[in-house]
């Protein structure tokens, strides 16, 4: 699952989901896996890719993941001196292949 918010916690958990950000606003996004079988070890890549206005790429960044059971990982975005407005997207990817799509919006 995939959980988008301003901030995340110690266990990379997103304190507070939100889909409405403002232009100055960090964007964070808490992705947790869970295996099928809890004491088999998974190990494998997730991608988030960020854009805007359906196809203008903001960023790509990707994490190694390795763990029994459940994991969370987090990502994050910003940008200093402010998002344009309008409708961003996240697509998460576990190794290449998109399993979770999130929209948001920066008023």
Do not use: C
């Amino acid at each position: 699952s995939v959980d988008l918010g301003k901030a995340v916690d110690g266990n990379n958990r997103v304190t507070e989901p939100v889909t409405t950000y403002a232009t100055t606003d960090a964007i964070h996004a808490s992705v947790a896996t869970t295996s099928s079988d809890p004491a088999m070890p998974q190990q494998g890549q997730l991608t988030a890719r960020w854009t805007y206005e359906g196809d203008q790429l903001v960023d790509q960044t990707s994490r190694d993941f390795n763990f029994t059971g459940s994991g969370t990982t987090a990502f994050e975005i910003s940008k200093p001196d402010g998002w344009p407005t309008g409708n961003y997207r996240v697509e998460i990817l576990q190794d290449g292949q998109v399993v979770q799509t999130r929209d948001f919006e920066i008023r």
